[in-house]
Antibody, heavy 119, light 110 residues
Framework: QVQLVESGGGLVKPGGSLRLSCAASGFTFSDYYMSWIRQAPGKGLEWVSYISSSGSTIYYADSVKGRFTISRDNAKNSLYLQMNSLRAEDTAVYYC????????????WGQGTLVTVSS | QSALTQPASVSGSPGQSITISCTGTSSDVGGYNYVSWYQQHPGKAPKLMIYDVSNRPSGVSNRFSGSKSGNTASLTISGLQAEDEADYYCSSYTSSSLYVFGTGTKVTVL
């Protein structure tokens, strides 16, 4: 079955860096756009970034542009999010999601990985 | 990009119908038929319920339906059941080629 599993979350100090990974299985990863979406504790969902199937098209939310970098390795069926210059407001559960078409919808989602930015 | 506006909470009794609104602008909801809705139970990942305004994925109950008028999209849950108690979020594609989510609505089954 289609499965997305995130990893790499943890506690990091403000200004620090972290790299999230999302392992995909059960579908042809290289055929799909992928997105990162986050949710601060007790708050709503916020779209972060998406990447095209080939990696040639990338978009970011204004809140992370210049600090976060999305990438993918189709040979490894993996999606990544490199997060630099982290701030307290980046504290959230980060979900990866398969993007059905562009424009499109997000389905399915992974279980999420928690990133906590605190000194 | 500002979040789409949803009511903070909506409630209903079992068997009743409720409607959740999602208000944006002509640059997102009003400009495209690319509105989707997600259900999220506590501690769980969101689940797709509606895509492209009114389409229901395979496996989602036909008690869930979506529509749009102008800059406002709506999700209707008919025959409300206890298992429908959850948070619901809308999402829309935008003119900037980005995505925006709604503020979220907590549905309570009385």
């Amino acid at each position: 079955q289609v499965q997305l599993v995130e990893s790499g979350g943890g506690l990091v100090k403000p200004g620090g860096s972290l790299r999230l990974s999302c392992a995909a299985s059960g579908f042809t990863f290289s055929d799909y756009y992928m997105s990162w979406i986050r949710q601060a504790p007790g708050k709503g969902l916020e779209w972060v970034s998406y990447i095209s199937s080939s990696g040639s098209t990338i978009y970011y939310a204004d809140s992370v542009k210049g600090r976060f970098t999305i990438s993918r390795d189709n040979a490894k069926n993996s999606l990544y999010l490199q997060m630099n210059s982290l701030r307290a407001e980046d504290t959230a559960v980060y979900y990866c999601a398969r993007q059905q078409l562009v424009p499109g919808w997000f389905d399915p989602w992974g279980q999420g990985t928690l990133v906590t930015v605190s000194s | 990009q500002s979040a789409l506006t949803q009511p903070a909470s909506v409630s209903g009794s079992p068997g009743q119908s409720i409607t959740i609104s999602c208000t944006g602008t002509s640059s997102d909801v009003g400009g495209y038929n690319y509105v989707s809705w997600y259900q999220q139970h506590p501690g769980k990942a969101p689940k797709l319920m509606i895509y492209d305004v009114s389409n229901r994925p395979s496996g989602v109950s036909n008690r869930f339906s979506g529509s749009k008028s102008g800059n406002t999209a709506s999700l209707t849950i008919s025959g409300l059941q206890a298992e429908d108690e959850a948070d619901y979020y809308c999402s829309s594609y935008t003119s900037s080629s980005l995505y925006v989510f709604g503020t979220g609505t907590k549905v309570t089954v009385l």
